[in-house]
């Protein structure tokens, strides 16, 4: 079964621009706001593939104020305080005006038109699908598509708006909001801040989040300072580094403080503990984690492996050159051996041509 893939996208109401986009196979989440708002501040220059050509993205900054939904990652702490550290005033829209997000989900109908057109495509309902096989027809590559989208959201930005009578890009210049953008001077800084997090104390030797120790030479100035619960801030997709926001506003990056494990993920992590609980109950300690998350990969590689081979296999199967029907001499024509005195003869009847000239 192929996974459902999630678009998140933020739009500028007053001239329909698109200020950023994010997609993922995961549920919409303070993940993917968090992400989908540090593609909204950054520069972004969209390569034509083939060519030298580069495309007109010139949304960067930060956004004054954000109209969001009532969804419970909204109305998330680090959501919350990350818009109110970074100035950013959130909106939230009134419960049942649903005409309120009418201009987001007409550009994500828009859009999803154009991906209808990509192979793979599951349509927009079954019946629109019919028999087409999309897992075998699916061809990209999630980096492919993230190309691909960025292009049709360049050309979305070029095509007349109705509601507009004029281009997003013309009316975003218009306006004067290719240079009023508030810009990012440390970008890194504030993605980080949006990221969801976990209050946690620290040990006299680390600081521990979900089963996994974690270490920076700064923490030990801070060990038996009397520092209390502090944030630790994780990007959910990869576990391997932490950011722990301190008493006195500093955020200090830490990563494992065994520098040999591999990088994991916040859902590898979630199954191999429910795995470990099934079997053996209790908590898993952070070596063994590693162990079940590496036997659960090796599993998953060696399916994917047959998969794979099962379906070139099959490919190779439809490939191969139609087998040629067996010889049936008895339906065959030959040419007859006038030099062999042994086949039968069959008499000649001579005649005189009376044209013919002696």
Known sequence: MQPLMYLTVAIDVATRIVLG????????SALSIALCLDHCVRRKAIHVPETLEELVWPTSGIPKAIHVDNGQDFHSEAFKSASEDWGIAVEYRPPGATHFGGHIERLIGTTMGAVHVLPGTTQSSAAEKGDYD??????????????????EVCRYHNMVHEALGRTPLAAWVDLGEDTAGRQVVDVEAFRTSFLPFEWRKFGRTR???????????????????GQGKVQVKYDPRDLSQVW?????????????????RPRISLWESRRARKEWHDRHGGRIDEKALFQVIDAQRRLAEAARQKTRIARLESERAVRLPKQKPTRDPSREMFATDTGNPDLPTYPIEEFDD?????
């Open 21 to 28: 986009v994010f997609v993922s196979f995961d549920a919409p």
């Open 134 to 151: 999309s897992e075998r027809h699916a061809a990209l590559t999630l980096a492919e598509f993230e190309d691909w989208l960025h292009l």
């Open 207 to 225: 600081i521990t989040l979900f089963g996994v120790h974690y270490w920076s030479d700064i923490f030990a100035s801070l060990v038996g300072r």
């Open 244 to 260: 722990v926001l301190v008493d006195d506003g500093r955020m200090i990056p830490a990563r494992y403080r065994d520098l040999s």
């Open 354 to 358: 009376p044209r013919r000239k002696n």
